[in-house]
Nanobody, 125 residues
């Protein structure tokens, strides 16, 4: 199965920026990472950003729209999440997701079959 490795997390002050990366390896079929989710302690995993099936459109949670940007490098099988104007409420473990079920909802965790181990993002006030 596909392996996903996130990196780029860390500690930043409010208003700062981070760029997360998620690199995929292993079988290539339906294995490109397509989305980002996050999970804070005591809360369920929530949608952050994703590519459409075709890759021509992007989707963002209302809470991050205008601040976060998802991008990808197909040759490297890598997806990125540029996070600007970070706020304390963005503090969470960020996960990338792959093996999207075509035709399903892009914003639900059950639509993806593979997940990375996560990278911690902490935003101080």
């Amino acid at each position: 199965q596909v392996q996903l490795v996130e990196s780029g997390g860390g500690l930043v002050q409010a208003g700062g920026s981070l760029r997360l990366s998620c690199a995929a390896s292993g079988p290539t079929f339906s294995s490109y990472p397509r989305g980002w989710f996050r999970q804070a302690p005591g809360k369920e995993r929530e949608f952050v950003a994703a590519f459409s099936w075709s890759g021509s459109s992007t989707y963002y949670a209302d809470s991050v729209k205008g601040r976060f940007t998802i991008s990808r490098d197909n040759a490297k099988r890598t997806v990125y999440l540029q996070m600007n104007s970070l706020q304390p409420e963005d503090t969470a473990v960020y996960y990338c997701a792959a093996r999207f079920n075509r035709g399903s909802a892009y914003y639900t965790t059950s639509s993806y079959g593979s997940w990375g181990q996560g990278t911690q993002v902490t935003v101080s006030s």
